[in-house]
């Protein structure tokens, strides 16, 4: 049942439809990259620990110094409107709110370029070293990938895939729970896409792994897709039916597992169910139960 108008709702997820021109050429030029700092209405966002400072309008943008050392840990964004943007790490200040928070209360634009720099910001942080020879790399193309100073490797932002799955059985659809979570609340399966596996394939097997469940490979279908900067993914959504109800639950993975209703997942997404609740509004979890649960998908 997937449709353009179901696909273009993708772009109103959470992290999803930035607005920035990430200004591929600009980057290869250190001169010009340079002189976009320097502008007068060049702006950087201030994370701390990869949580953004937010007030009632959104993002908090600051003027660049560019006198100030700090300056050259920024990592360049790209462009709105013109407007050269750039993020970097910082010390903590009263705006600063958890990064989970702050997404659920910022605009959504603002939210894909949070996104955005929080994913650049914490990989930079994590690959001071050279994979291939151990040495000091350096960023390079305002943070779009860093060079060993050793060996000259180049290397480049990771993102993982991650399917993101509602298996269907006639009219129910499997969810499960860690135990790490909060009381009550269940989510559609998920799990990281190995090599040499298709979307589909990865699909199948962690549902299997993680739940006992066989699906129909050759009638899985795509919904949609979310970047998740936590921290830096690509959610990718999928339904699976399944060839029949029986469970098998990995408690290593899960704390359980179990079938829902339509009516079940109905009053989840309402708040009205007595003992199960759903992810929060941020997460495609929760977009994908809501199709289901309008048998849009």
Known sequence: MNDRSLLAGAADMVFAGSPLDRC??????????????QQANARVLHLCKG????????????????????HT??????????????????????????????????????AAIYGQAKSFLDWHYRHPHCARCGGRTEMAAGGAKRICSACGAEHFPRVDPVVIMLAQHEDKVLLGRQASWPPGVWSALAGFVEPAETLEEACARELQEEAGVSVDIAATR???????????SIMVGLVAPALSDALSV???????????????????????????ALPPSIAIARRLAELWAEDRI
């Not at 750039?86 to 605009?107: D, L, V, Y």
Request: a negative charge.
């Open 24 to 37: 591929e050429v600009l980057r290869r030029d250190p001169g010009a990259l340079a002189a976009a700092a």
């Open 51 to 70: 949580d953004p400072e937010v007030d009632e309008n959104g993002l908090i943008w600051h003027a660049i110094d560019p006198s100030s050392p700090e």
């Open 73 to 110: 840990d920024m990592i360049f964004l790209g462009k709105l409107d013109g407007q050269p943007l750039f993020a970097r790490p910082s010390g903590p200040s009263e705006q600063h709110i958890p990064a989970r928070a702050a997404a659920m209360q910022m605009p959504n634009r603002d």
């Open 222 to 232: 795509y919904i949609f897709c979310q970047p998740w900067p936590f921290p830096s």
């Open 250 to 276: 990995d408690t290593e993975e899960l704390e359980a597992a179990r079938w829902f209703s339509r009516d079940d997942v109905r009053a989840m997404l309402a708040g009205t169910h007595p003992h199960a």
